[in-house]
C-alpha cells in the first residue's frame, strides 16, 4: 500500500440540537496522512434519514472519486441520528468504509435512545455495521476491507495524533465554520 | 526560527455576487507547513467595510491568539471589494501581517473599479499594503515583517505548493463548504 493512498475523512458540523433542522456535513479528500486536496461539503436534516443518501451523491459527484481507495466516517450517525447505513454507503461508491470511535459506544444506551424517538429502523443499521473491534488507539467497524488492510490505512493516515488526519480535519472543520474556532484536537 | 512556527492563514468563502449579502472568511492555524491544529471563521458583508473589524475579532478571541507568530492574507480583499486594512489589523492584533498575492496586480483596473463603485477610501487601504514584492513564486506585501523573516516563514509553511499551506486550506474549506467541493489546488 502506498504511502499517498487516497482516501476520504467525513465528518459533520456542528449544530444546535434545539434550533438547527438541517447541519453539514464536510469531505476532506486526503494524500496520505499529510496532504489535504480537496473539501466538499453536503447538507442533510438533524435526525434525519436522508445522510447516506447525500453522503453517497456527496462521493460519487466528486472530481476526486476514481482515486478514493476508501472512506472514513467519525462514527456512525451524522447530525444527531442521522445513522448511515454503511452497508449502502460501501455498496453504491464501491468503496470500504471505516467508521472510527474513540470510545466503545453504549449500545444498550443508543438503542434505548432510538427507540424512545420512535427510529428502531436505525437500530437495525447500527447491528448491520458490526462489532467494533480495538485497533491502534480506536475502535474501528469495517465494511468491505480486511483488518488488516485498515490497520494499515489507520497506520499511514494517523500522522498527528491517533485519530486518521482526514476524520480530524474534517472535525476540525465542522466545529470551525459554524461555532466560530473549533475546540479541542480532534 | 523554529519548523514549527504558528500562523495563521485567512481566506473568503465563496459567494455569489449577485445573490449573496454576506460570505465567511475562514482562518485556519497552522504549526509549520503540515499541522493544521484549528479553524476558525466570521462573517462579512460582501463588498462591505467590515473585514478588518472582524477578522481582528475573529483573532483576538482566538484561543490560539498567544501563540500566533503571522497573519497570512491571501490578497488584501475578502468578500469582493471588503478591503482589510492591513495596517490596522497588524496594530490592533500586535503581529505581522503578510499579504500573498499569485499574479501582480492590475492596480489601474482596481482603482478605476474602486472609484466607479465609490468606494475610493478603499484606494488609499490598498495603496498603505505597499508594493508588492515577488518572493520565491509569489508577489508579498508586507507589514510588520523585514523581507528576511518572511521569506522564512514562506519557506517553512509552503509544503505542498508554492502557495502558504494555511492559505492553501483556508481557501479549499472556503471553496468546499459553499460550492459542494473545493476546485483548483490552491
Known amino acids: ?100 470511535i474513540r470510545r466503545y459506544p453504549d449500545f444498550r444506551k443508543i438503542k434505548a435512545a432510538l427507540a424512545r424517538l420512535r427510529m428502531q429502523e436505525k437500530i437495525r443499521l447500527i447491528e448491520n455495521a458490526g462489532k467494533p473491534v480495538k485497533m491502534n488507539r480506536v475502535y474501528v467497524q469495517l465494511t468491505g476491507i480486511s483488518p488488516e488492510r485498515a490497520k494499515r490505512m489507520l497506520d499511514i493516515t494517523c500522522t498527528h495524533s491517533y485519530i486518521p488526519e482526514p476524520i480530524r480535519i474534517a472535525h476540525l472543520i465542522g466545529q470551525g465554520i459554524t461555532k466560530g474556532e473549533s475546540k479541542g484536537n480532534a
Open 1 to 100: 500500500m502506498k504511502h499517498e493512498i487516497r482516501v476520504l475523512g467525513i465528518d459533520d458540523a456542528s449544530f444546535d440540537k434545539f434550533m438547527d433542522r438541517r447541519t453539514m456535513v464536510i469531505g476532506t479528500f486526503f494524500r496520505g496522512g499529510n496532504f489535504l486536496d480537496g473539501v466538499m461539503s453536503t447538507n442533510i436534516t438533524v435526525d434525519g434519514t436522508d445522510s447516506t443518501a447525500k453522503i453517497i451523491a456527496m462521493i460519487n459527484r466528486s472530481r476526486f472519486k476514481s482515486q478514493l481507495q476508501a472512506i472514513f466516517l467519525d462514527g456512525i450517525a451524522v447530525g444527531g441520528f442521522n445513522v448511515i447505513d454503511v452497508g449502502k454507503l460501501s455498496r453504491k461508491t464501491g468503496l470500504p468504509v471505516i467508521v472510527v
